[in-house]
C-alpha cells in the first residue's frame, strides 16, 4: 500500500458518518461485566442496528473545548473555507450524548452516598462539555431483575430523587439489568441513545442554520459554503440523507460561486471535490446513479479548466486523476452492493481517465521539475502543528484570502519545495495501478479491446518504469490480439516499445523476433526503419552488438550496450530457435503433391536474406531428409547476398523450393504432414537463429490474402514457375498417400453368359507395364464379397481347369501368388488393381418329365406290378450348343427297371431350344398298404459346353425325379397278340387274367361284337380265380378290315370289386392294332384282275 | 466535424482509417479499436432481438473525454455522405472487396467532412 498522498480524500470525508455516542464509567479492562455490556455494544453491529459509533472514554476525559460563541460576524473575515479537523471532530470527538454507566441497585444499602456520587459523575462530565449541546445520560446498572413499571415503590421513588440528584429529565435515566437478556436490553437502550443523538443533531443544525442571518455576501461567501456542508454533515450524522444530499448540492453551488484567483483556486477545487465526492456517494446509496455520474460530469466540466498556478500544473492533474479515481472506486464499490453496469458505462471508464490524467502529471511533473533545484530549507512546507488548518490551503500563507499573495519570495520557494516533491513521486507506480483497476473493469464488461489497448500502456508504463521484463510480458500478451485483428498501425507500435524493450536488456532471442516481424509485411514502419532495423538484425546474427535504438534513454542504452557486450563474448547461448508462427517477414507456403513438395519463399523485408539451411519435417520423419537445403556459408558471406544464390532470398520475390521423395508403402492411406520448417538464419559458428514455422507457414496476414486472391477477379498472367505469384499460392499442409492405379492390364477372357451348374471358365490375363519389376503380385478371384449367400454358398472357384468344383471349395480365392512380373529393377509399391466382371448365368436346359402308360397315355397315378414308361424331356435353353454326355437313371428302391435302362441320349448335341427325350419301362413293386405315393429316383446328366475345349470336365447335373402316386388293383389282365394282324388271317390273342388278391375272385367277362373282327372263343363266360392265380383266355380273332382297327371291347366285372370297372381294366390292354391288307396272292390276282 | 473517421471491415480490421494530421494519429487508431468493443456488442445484441429492424446506426459509442465517437454500421445525414461515397468505392470495379480503400474520391470526402487543419 502506498502511503497516503497529499491528493487521498481524507477518510473522515469518506467513511458513512454515524452519531457519536461516548460511553462512560464502564471498566473494560478488569470489570467482567462492563466487559460484557462494552462487547454487546460493539459486537454484531449488522444493517438492523441503529448506525451508531460507540466509544468507551474514561469518566473524566475532556472533550474539545467550545470555543465561546460569536455574538456578531461585523468584523470577522474568515480564513479558510473548512478546517481540517472539523469533520473528524464531529465523528471522533465530540459526542451527541454521553453515557454515565453506573452500577447501583434500587435497594442498595448506602443509596444516599451512591446517589451523591453518582450525582458528581455527572457533573465532571457536564463541566467537560461546557457550551455544548451534548445530551447525557445515566445507566444504572442492576443485579435485580426489575418489577413491571409502578410495583415498585422504592424504585420510582428513589430514581425520581436520582434525576434530581443528576439533574437529569426521567427520560435520560436507564436501568441495564445484568441478566440472561443483555443483548435485548442493549438494544433497547441504543435506540434510546439513538433517539437522543437525533435530537442533537438536530440542535446542532439549528444552530448553524442560525448564523445565516448574520452574514453579508461580501466578506462571508466562504462561510456559506462552510454552514452547507456543516449543516449537511450533521444531516449525515443524523442519517438524514436526502436532506443532506440537498445541502451538498447548495454547498457545491456556492463553491462555484466564490471568487477564484490563483492562490485559492486548491482551497476551491479541494472543497468542490470534496462536496462532488459527498453528493455522487449519497446518489449511489439513494440507488440514482444517473445522478451521480451527471454531477460528476458537471464536476468535471466545471473544474477542468481550473488548473490554478500554472508551475503547479501538475497538481491540477493529480487532482483530476484522483476524482476520477474516486468516482470509479464509488462506482465499484455501488456494484458490489448491487447496482448493475453496462460496457460502456462502467467505472473502468473513470479509472482510465485517472490513468491519463496521471499520464499528464507524470509528464507535466518531467517537464516542470526537470530543472536541478535542492529543496529549501527552511522548509516551506512545515507548519506549526505539522497539518494545515484549512482544506487546500497552502503552508505557507495559511489563511491568506486575497488575491495576491502575501510574499513573492515565499511564494516562490513554496512552489519550489512542491516541485521538487513531485519529483519523487512514483508516477509511473501509480499510473500502473490506475491502469490495472482499468483493465480488471474492461475485462469484467466484455471490452477485450479497450482491455488491451489498457494493457499496452501498462507495458509502456512499465517501460518507462524501466521494467522491461513486466512491459514485455504484457506487450507480448496483446501482440497477439493486434496481430489476429490486423491492426497493422497499432501491431506495429507495441512492436516498438518491445524491440526497445528487449535491446535494453540484451535479450537476443526477443531482439530478433521482434526485429523480424517490425520488418515484415505486417509492419507499417517506413522503409528507411525498416532497413535501419534489418541491419541490426544482421550485427546481431553475426554476433555483434546492434546500434542502440532510437528514443532510449540514453544512460539506459549505455548499459545496454555493456550487457550486449556481454553476450558476445559469451559463447554457447547462440543457437536459438524461434518460433515464427504468424509473424515473420518471410511467409511461406507450401503444397504438398503426392510425394512432391513446393515450398514458397519470400522475404519481404528492404534487404536481401541470406540463410544456410532450410528444412521441412513431415509428420514421418523418414522423409525430412529429402527435404532439406543446406549450404554452409562463412558468417560474412551475410553481408554480400548474392541475388541468383539458391541460398538467398531477395525482397518481394518469390522463390520456389522443391522436394521430392518416394513415399512408402507403410504410409499408404495415411496423411502426411507438414509439421513445421525451418529455416536457419547465420551460421554455427557466429549466431545460428532457427526459424520455426508450425505446419504449412504463412504468417498473419496471409490467410486473409488468399482469401482476398480468391474473391479477386485480376487477371492472373501466366508468370513463370520460378515467381509464382504469392498471393495465388495457397498453403496446403498436408496431403493423403494413396496407392496409384498401377499400371498393369488385367484382361478377363470367358464367354457369357455362364451356364449354372456349368464349370465356367475363366481365363486371367495379367500384363504388366510397369517400367520396373512388380514383385508379389497376387491375385484374388472369386465371387465379390457381400452377395447374396444363397450366391455364396452355391459358388465355388477353384484354379484347377481340369477339376470339379464341389462344396469344399470356396467362393474367392484371396492372394493367389502369382509371382514377380518383369521388368526394371526397382522395387514397387504395392499397387492394387481391381477388376469386377459380373458374369450372367442362365439355366443350360430344361428337363420335364411324365409317367405314361405303356400304352403312352398319361397316367396320374401307377398301379402296383404293373409296367408303365417315364419319359424325360432335356430342352436345351443354353445359347451354347451343349454336349450330352451321357445320362443315368437312379431308380428309387420303390421302382424297378424292367430291362437294363441304357441311356438313349449319350453324346447328343442338342442346338439352342432342341430337346433330347428318353424313356424308360419302370414297373413299381407291392407297397404297403396305405402308401399313396412313392420316390421315383434321381435323373443325372452328364454335360458340358460343345464348345469347350476337349478336356474341360463334364459336369453332372441331377435332376430329383418327382414322387408319383402309387394305387394297388384286385384284378390284372394283360393282353398277348401280336404286333399286327393280316386281313384273313388268324390273329390269336391270349388274355391273362390275374387275381392279385387273397381272396377268391368271381369273373365275369364277355366279349363284344366288333365289325372288323369275326372271332372264335368264349364270348360270354362267368370264372372263379383261386388267389394269385392267373387265368388264361385264348382267342382267335380274324381281322375283316386292313389299317388300324379297333379290338373287340373285353368287358370284365369283379363281382366282389364292383368299384373296379371294366373301363380301369381295359387301360392296360391294347385297345387297337394294325391290319395289314392281304398278302402277295391276292395282289396278283388284282393284277391279273388289272 | 469530425477529427477521425475509419470505415472498419466486418472482420475488425480497418478498411480505411484517416485523422486530423495535427494529432496524434496512434491515439486516434485505439480509440477507433476499442470502440469496435461496443460495437460488436451492439450488433449482437440486436442479431438477437430483432435481426431485420435492426437500427444501423449504432449511436454515441464512447462518452470519452476528449472525444465522442459514433458508430454507424452501413443510413443518419452525417454518415449519408460517407455511407454514398463507401458504395461508390464498392461500385468501382477495380476494388476488391476487403481491400484497403486507396481512392482519391474517397479521401476527398472524407476530407470535407474533417475537421480542417489549421
Known sequence: MMSPTQWDLPPELCCRPMAFVALTGLDVTYNAIHRAIWDAFCANRRADRVPISFKVLPGDHEYPKCRTKRTSYEWYIPKGILKTGWMNKHLNLVPALVVLFYELDWDDPVWKEKQSECATKVEIVRTSLQGRNTKVAVVLIQKKTPLPPGEDLVASERAASLCNACDLSGKSLFVLPHTDHLVGYIIRLENAFYEHAQTYYYTEIRRVKSHKEFLNKTTHQLLFVRHQFKIAFFSELKQDTQNALKYYRTAYSLVHELRTHETNMLEIKTMAGFTNYKICRLCFQHNTPLDAIAQFRKHIDLCKKKIGSAELAFEHTAWMSKQFQSFGDLFDEAIKLGLTAIQTQNPGFYYQQAAYYAQERKQQAAHMCAHEVRYPTPDPLETLSGALDFYGQRAWRQGHQSIDPPDAEKEKVGIQALQVKEKDVPHSELIIALLSNAVAQFKKYKCPRMKSHLMVQMGEEYYHAKDYTKALKLLDYVMCDYRTERWWSLLTSILGTALRCSYLMAHVKDYITYSMELIGRASTLWEDQKSRIEKNLIKVLMNEVPEAEPDCDPASAKAAQALWSDRVSLAGSNRFTIEVQDYVPFGQFILLLQCKLHLYLKADCPHPVRFSKLCVSLSNQEYNQFCVVEESCKSQDILEPLSQENMCLVPGKTRKYSFKFVAKTEDVGKKIEITAVDLMLGTDNGRCVLLNWRGGGGDAASSHEAIQAARSFRSRGRVPEQHAQWDTVSIQASTMIISRVPKISVQLSHKPPALSNEMYCICVSIQSNEKTVAKDVKLTAGLKPGQDANLTQSTQVTLNGLEVCDESHPALLPDIAIGDLQPGEKVHPLLISDETVTIETVVPFDVAMKFVSTKFEHLERVYVDVPFLLMTDILSASPWPLHLVSSQLLLAPTMVALDEPQSQVEHVVLQTGECASECFSLQCPPVLNGTSSVASGQYLISWKRKSSCADAPVVTTVVTLSHVMVETIPLYVHAELPSFGRVRESLPVRYHIQNRTGLVQDVEMSVEPSDAFMFSGLKQVRLRILPGAEHEMLYNFYPLMAGYQNLPLLNISLLRFPTVSGQLLRRFLPSRIFVKPQGRQAEDASIAAA | ?118
Open chain 2, 1 to 118: 466535424m469530425a477529427v477521425c473517421i475509419a470505415v472498419i471491415a466486418k472482420e475488425n480490421y480497418p478498411l480505411y482509417i484517416r485523422s486530423v494530421p495535427t494529432q496524434n494519429e496512434l491515439k486516434f487508431h485505439y480509440t477507433v479499436h476499442t470502440s469496435l468493443d461496443v460495437v460488436e456488442e451492439k450488433i449482437s445484441a440486436v442479431g438477437k432481438a430483432m435481426a431485420d429492424q435492426r437500427e444501423l446506426y449504432l449511436g454515441l459509442l464512447y462518452p470519452t473525454e476528449d472525444y465522442k465517437v459514433y458508430g454507424y454500421v452501413t443510413n443518419s445525414k452525417m454518415f449519408r455522405k460517407l455511407h454514398n461515397s463507401f458504395t461508390d468505392v464498392m461500385c468501382n470495379p477495380f476494388y476488391n472487396p476487403g481491400d484497403t480503400i486507396q481512392s482519391k474520391a474517397f479521401d476527398g470526402m472524407v476530407s470535407v467532412m474533417m475537421v480542417q487543419a489549421s
